[in-house]
Each structure stands twice: as structure tokens, then as C-alpha cells.
């Protein structure tokens, strides 16, 4: 019977030894996945997009997320895209709400640029990465954390909106009367503008017209100048108003970007003009709509804002923040002028 007694409790030691191994083993587990960027590792990604239905950026999320699908170095991509609805107190949510569940990196297109230091402050608190797309953070913002810990782990990915100014005003200039249609020495024109607190609307605004100045050697007329915040219905509208007021004195429509450029066209053809002829109009993003606007005549020319470049690069710093490599303050891409001469080279 002793024998039998000693058996059991042995029996019940052993046990009690073997159930409590794996518990150690899942908890150390679930530690090192947290702490370490082991092959097999799942990176959770959130990325907010200022809204949905902004044509250019429908492109450039699309593009995201099937990059991320064709990595192939190891690692799983949990990516999650969110509408920002062009509210910036959504937007804020959906960050705050990213970096509560621990996401590994964030991709950030604002709603508005001049969030960037709250955004920054928030993800250097959490540790977390931040890579800016599309709208450009103020230089200030960009340098808050220069010679500090949280330096190389945020930056901006896009082109520089100056540029895309500087070519539209250089597509205007080049056509063989610089667009000077009544000959009197002077552009007249109507800026269509983004959104006047978005960097990337102030540029195109201010370069496209000094550009022109200086390539062209002309004068110019300021006859409208109003804000469509991107949106074709908005442009529409301005144009069709500014044709009415200013009649043939419009020899030029300047756009911020392509989603008002063809409401712009629009209107144009509406008020029975021209374009090439009697009236010139350039926009920002190359849409494949307003290449093929290009191509059949009715829009002069656009500026290729390369979203699939902008995107690839935005995710590879994105991968290399998580890797814990360091990132510079910002990565360019540049743009590309597109007139009658080479669209067809863009056209799919």
C-alpha cells in the first residue's frame, strides 16, 4: 500500500511539473513578439487618408495597399486605411485610436497641414513612427524633434509643391504666344485654388505665376482667384462665374489641381470657349481623365503628381522605421510636366 501511496503522489509532482512549462513558454512568447522584429513578425500599419472620395488619393491608397501585399521580405502586413472625411477631429480620432492598439507605424495624410506638431507630439510620446504623405507639414514642424530621441523616426514623402507651380507656369509660357491671346503684353488669368491653408495649394498658386513671369518675360492680370478646396463641382462653379464676369478678357485658367481643372473645362465648354484656341487651362495630378482631356484638346496640359512613387516610397520608409532604421526628414519625388507632345506616353 505505501508503495502504491508514493507512486500516486510522484505521479501528481510530475504533473504538476509539465503543466506549468507552456505557460512560461506563451508568455515569453508573446513578449518577444512585441519587443522584437523577428522574421514572421505581423506589422500592423494605419494609414488615414484625408477623405475617400479625393480622386488623386483614391490612386495613391489603392497603391498602398497593393505594395504592401507585394513585399516579400518575411513579415505580414496587417494594413488598416481609414477616411479621414476631410474632418480633422475624425482624423485625430482615428490616430488616437491607432496608437492606443499599439499599431507599429502610421502613414498620415492631414486633413490639415497645420496638425502636423500635434501629430508628431503624439506619435513621439507613444514611440511610434509617422510617415506624412501628400500635404507638407510646415519646415518648423518638421524640425521639433531635431537632436532628440524621436529624430529619424517621422518624416514627409511627396513632391515638391513649388515645382508643380514652376511647370504649369512653364507650360503656359512655352506655347508660342504664352498664352497671350489678345497680344497686349499681359496674361490675364483666373487661379482656381485648393485649399489656401494646404502648402501644396499656396505653392501651385505662388510659382505657377512667378514661373510664368520669369520664363515668359510678360506681365500678368489677376482677374479671379477663389478657393474650390479640390473638388470638380467647385471648380465648375468658379470658372463658369469668372467667364461670366470676365468674357473673352480670360485667356488663362490656372488650377491647383485636376479635379477642378475638369470642372473647369466644364464650364468652358459651357460658355461656348475653346481650348487651344480662345482660352488655355492647366492642372496638377495627370488623372487619367484630364490625359485624355490633353490628348483630345481640351485641357493645354497637367502636371504628373507620381502617386505610384510617392506611395512605394512612403511604404519603404515605412518599412525602414519599423526595422529601426533611421529616416531622413524627407523623401521627394518629382514631378512631370504632360502637354499634347508626350501624353500618350502616359495614357494607359
Request: hydrophobic share 35%.
Amino acid at each position: 500500500m505505501k508503495n502504491k501511496i508514493l507512486g500516486f503522489l510522484s505521479a501528481v509532482m510530475l504533473l504538476g511539473m509539465v503543466g506549468c512549462t507552456p505557460a512560461k513558454e506563451t508568455t515569453e512568447t508573446k513578449t518577444e513578439t512585441k519587443t522584437e522584429t523577428a522574421s514572421g513578425e505581423t506589422v500592423k500599419v494605419g494609414v488615414s487618408i484625408y477623405k475617400f472620395d479625393d480622386n488623386f488619393m483614391t490612386l495613391y491608397r489603392n497603391e498602398i495597399e497593393s505594395y504592401f501585399k507585394s513585399l516579400n521580405d518575411g513579415k505580414t502586413y496587417e494594413v488598416t486605411i481609414q477616411d479621414g472625411k476631410n474632418d480633422q477631429a475624425e482624423q485625430s480620432n482615428q490616430i488616437d485610436n491607432f496608437i492606443q492598439q499599439g499599431y507599429d507605424v502610421l502613414i498620415i495624410n492631414l486633413v490639415q497641414s497645420t496638425s502636423a506638431a500635434t501629430v508628431i507630439d503624439k506619435c513621439a510620446s507613444a514611440n511610434i513612427p509617422c510617415i506624412f504623405i501628400n500635404r507638407e507639414p510646415e519646415e518648423a514642424d518638421m524640425s521639433l524633434y531635431d537632436g532628440k530621441d524621436y529624430e529619424g523616426k517621422y518624416t514627409y514623402v511627396g513632391a515638391d509643391a513649388r515645382q508643380s507651380g514652376k511647370f504649369q507656369g512653364e507650360i503656359i509660357a512655352s506655347l508660342e504666344n504664352k498664352g497671350d491671346l489678345n497680344g497686349d503684353g499681359k496674361l490675364q488669368y483666373v487661379m482656381v485654388v485648393g485649399d489656401p491653408e494646404n502648402v501644396d495649394a499656396k505653392y501651385r498658386t505662388e510659382f505657377s505665376i512667378s514661373q510664368y513671369k520669369e520664363v515668359s518675360g510678360l506681365d500678368v492680370e489677376k482677374l479671379d482667384e477663389q478657393r474650390g478646396d479640390w473638388d470638380q463641382a467647385k471648380g465648375q462653379e468658379i470658372v463658369a462665374n469668372a467667364l461670366s464676369k470676365y468674357g473673352e478678357k480670360v485667356e488663362v485658367v490656372f488650377s491647383n489641381n485636376d479635379s477642378m481643372a475638369l470642372g473647369a473645362s466644364q464650364a468652358i465648354t459651357a460658355a461656348g470657349r475653346t481650348v487651344g484656341k480662345d482660352i488655355y487651362l492647366v492642372g496638377v495630378d495627370a488623372l487619367e481623365e484630364a490625359k485624355q482631356f490633353i490628348k483630345d484638346g481640351t485641357m493645354t496640359g497637367t502636371v504628373l503628381n507620381d502617386h505610384v512613387g510617392q506611395s512605394h516610397t512612403a511604404v519603404d520608409a515605412a518599412v525602414k522605421a519599423v526595422n529601426g532604421e533611421k529616416l531622413e526628414k524627407y523623401y521627394w519625388v518629382d514631378y512631370v510636366k504632360i502637354t499634347p507632345e508626350n501624353v500618350a506616353e502616359f495614357l494607359k
